[in-house]
């Protein structure tokens, strides 16, 4: 493996930001060669900031960014922007997804001519353990999303993935929401019929639970990006033929 831009969106990640060191033994030990981690802190109150500097003082192949803003989506556009290579890995911090994911889909990309490989949780052959309340949330989340969005929802759309940034021309059209980013990303992708795979992940959710207002602003977006003008062009094309 080799040129790869490992993009990490962080927000509040103070006590789990030390997982990067775990993640730099992970490239150390599966020998990959030209590479860089882009970390990027959108709104975050703690001192994620502070840290994330550090790193990037420390190591050569690692840029920091901050922005004032809590937006996953802006943090992906200005991660995909300041990328030195054109194969790009979106990344989780708290370790919940086995890494083993970037290994298989580079060898897809690589030799199967794929633009996209995610890794979603519900894959038929997904090893999932999370704890009860995500996974019903989860199950209404993609109820109201293919109610929605119809057959262009598959998977869950909030997953890591790998790509090549020069045939993701749409990127620059992903909106700056926080929570639907992802979503608008998978969207896209179907819209603009990208060749993509989606392959089983080994994934421990260890995360808490999703606040009410997070639901809501969730519903909002999805709700907005349906009627927007964004969408209905994404529709054109993916109708034209």
């Not at 994330?52 to 901050?66: P, R």
């Not at 060898?107 to 001519?113: E, F, P, T, V």
């Not at 790998?162 to 620059?172: A, H, L, S, V």
Request: proline share 2%.
């Amino acid at each position: 493996m080799k040129n790869i831009s490992f993009l990490f969106p962080l927000y509040n990640e103070e006590k789990r930001i030390e997982n990067i060191s775990n993640f730099l033994n992970w490239i150390k030990d599966n020998k990959i060669d030209s590479y860089e981690i882009i970390l990027i802190s959108n709104g975050s109150t703690d001192v994620t900031e502070k840290y994330i500097y550090e790193y990037e003082k420390k190591y050569s192949f690692i840029k920091a960014f901050h922005i004032p803003v809590k937006s996953r989506g802006k943090s992906l556009k200005l991660g995909i922007q300041k990328s030195k290579y054109d194969l790009i890995a979106i990344c989780a911090i708290d370790n919940a997804w086995d890494l083993n994911f970037y290994i298989e889909s580079y060898k897809l990309i690589d030799i199967g001519n794929y633009s996209i490989v995610f890794g979603p949780k519900t894959h038929e052959k997904s090893e999932v353990n999370r704890p009860v309340f995500r996974r019903v949330i989860s199950i209404i989340s993609s109820a109201f999303l293919k109610i929605l969005f119809g057959s262009k929802i598959d998977q869950d759309t909030q997953c890591i993935k790998m790509f090549k940034k020069k045939e993701i021309t749409f990127y620059e059209n992903l909106s700056e929401s926080n929570l639907f980013s992802d979503v608008e990303f998978f969207l896209f992708t179907k819209l603009f019929k990208i060749k993509y795979l989606s392959i089983p992940v080994k994934i421990k959710d260890n995360k808490g639970t999703v606040s009410i207002k997070m639901m809501f602003s969730f519903v909002f977006n999805a709700i907005s990006f349906r009627f927007s003008k964004e969408y209905k062009k994404g529709l054109d094309i993916y109708n034209k033929d």
